[in-house]
């Protein structure tokens, strides 16, 4: 059997991909993945600001699930007519 430049090609694509999902599992460790999904109270309150969030270069009392993040600085970012 020959071995062909397309056979090559899968064949590291899918060892890229088993360890990019072996590095994966460390990195988010063994919690269940419906435990993501499920909603949480929001870290942010309805009323924080630009400034007394990201003014300072102190770590966040807690973390901020980057979706929330996302959200927030998508609406300020409107509010200040720098996103579309």
Same mark, same amino acid.
């Given at each position: %059997?020959?071995?062909?430049?397309? %056979?090559? +090609? %899968?064949?590291?694509?899918?060892?890229?991909? +088993?360890?990019?999902?072996?590095?994966?599992?460390?990195?988010?460790?063994?919690? $269940?993945?419906?435990?993501?999904?499920?909603?949480?109270?929001?870290?942010?309150?309805?009323?924080?600001?630009?400034?007394?969030?990201?003014?300072?270069?102190? $770590?966040? $009392?807690?973390? +901020? $699930?980057?979706?929330? %993040?996302?959200?927030?600085?998508?609406?300020?970012?409107?509010?200040?007519?720098?996103?579309?």
């Amino acid at each position: %059997m020959q071995i062909t430049l397309n %056979m090559l +090609i %899968m064949i590291h694509d899918l060892t890229a991909l +088993i360890l990019w999902n072996e590095m994966r599992q460390q990195w988010v460790g063994d919690r $269940p993945r419906n435990q993501a999904r499920q909603s949480r109270e929001p870290v942010l309150s309805w009323n924080t600001t630009y400034e007394s969030l990201l003014g300072t270069n102190r $770590p966040f $009392p807690q973390l +901020i $699930p980057l979706p929330e %993040m996302v959200e927030f600085l998508v609406d300020v970012w409107e509010q200040e007519g720098l996103y579309d």
